[in-house]
């Protein structure tokens, strides 16, 4: 299965990342590409994402969260593209962000895109969070 891994650091503390990477509806001011989300009915973490420029495409997606563990994980229920986010805080009071996302063989040719997308995000993730500390 091809996959990739991706970190950015962030001057943020971890609760301050936490408060944009929990929940699906700050996904847009930060993830490439998404454009809008719906929260899904139930309390059990599905939301729709719709791509940016696509708002006729909804792709259901599914949000597992553990904060004590500064994880979050998103599967996509369309492609089955899996993103394993991960917070660890930093001895300087900043965090590292990383990332493991694992593309489906069926979705291969979607890798390098993917990483410039997932490399955006991270870069973006880390500016937004820092905005905080003005």
Do not use: N
């Amino acid at each position: 299965m091809p996959s990739f891994h991706d970190s950015a650091q962030t001057a943020a503390d971890p609760q301050e990342v936490w408060k944009l990477l929990y929940d699906p509806a700050r996904f847009p001011d930060w993830w490439a590409g998404v454009g809008t989300v719906e929260k899904g009915q139930a309390d059990d973490g599905s939301y729709t994402m719709f791509p940016e420029g696509y708002p006729d495409f909804p792709m259901a997606q599914l949000l597992d969260s553990a904060h004590e563990e500064g994880r979050v994980t998103i599967s996509c229920l369309v492609s089955d593209l899996r993103f394993q986010w991960r917070l660890e805080p930093l001895a300087d009071g900043g965090t590292q962000i990383s990332v493991e996302v694992e593309i489906p063989p069926a979705e291969a040719a979607r890798l390098e895109q993917q990483r410039e997308t997932i490399h955006a995000s991270l870069a973006k993730l880390a500016e937004l969070s820092a905005l905080t500390l003005d």
